[in-house]
């Protein structure tokens, strides 16, 4: 994992997301450049900047560094949702998961 991981996974969850480069900045009070400089190498979010980043996307830094996690932001709502439900309706979906990975 290097810098390049973090810029690429920072495009990738803002694709994700539907949010320009500038927004983003934008959202995170800063420049409207702040985001595009991260994307294209010329800079990298300081730790606090980067778990600020890590907020906007409704994630954790491990989650930030998962790489088998393409949606890490979908997982974590998914799991809000999962934490409401009563313990049948947990196995149902579990059950339904089971079978869509033996597919």
């Known amino acids: 994992m290097d810098e390049k ?3 690429d996974r920072i495009t990738q969850l803002r694709i994700l997301k539907g949010i320009s480069e500038y927004q983003m900045s934008f959202d995170l009070g800063h420049s409207r450049g702040y985001i595009y400089n991260i ?3 010329r800079s ?3 730790m606090g900047e980067f778990l600020a980043i890590c907020d906007y996307f409704n994630i954790t830094p491990s989650e930030f560094f998962d790489e088998k996690q393409k949606n890490p932001e979908l997982i ?3 799991l809000e949702g ?3 439900l ?3 309706d947990v ?3 579990l059950n339904h998961i089971n079978r869509l990975l033996k597919e």
Request: proline share 10%; net charge positive; aromatic share 4%.
């Open 5 to 7: 991981f973090i810029r």
């Open 39 to 41: 994307s294209s190498g």
């Open 44 to 46: 990298l979010p300081p």
């Open 76 to 78: 974590q709502k998914a």
């Open 82 to 84: 999962l934490k409401r």
């Open 86 to 88: 009563d313990d049948s």
């Open 91 to 93: 196995l149902m979906i």
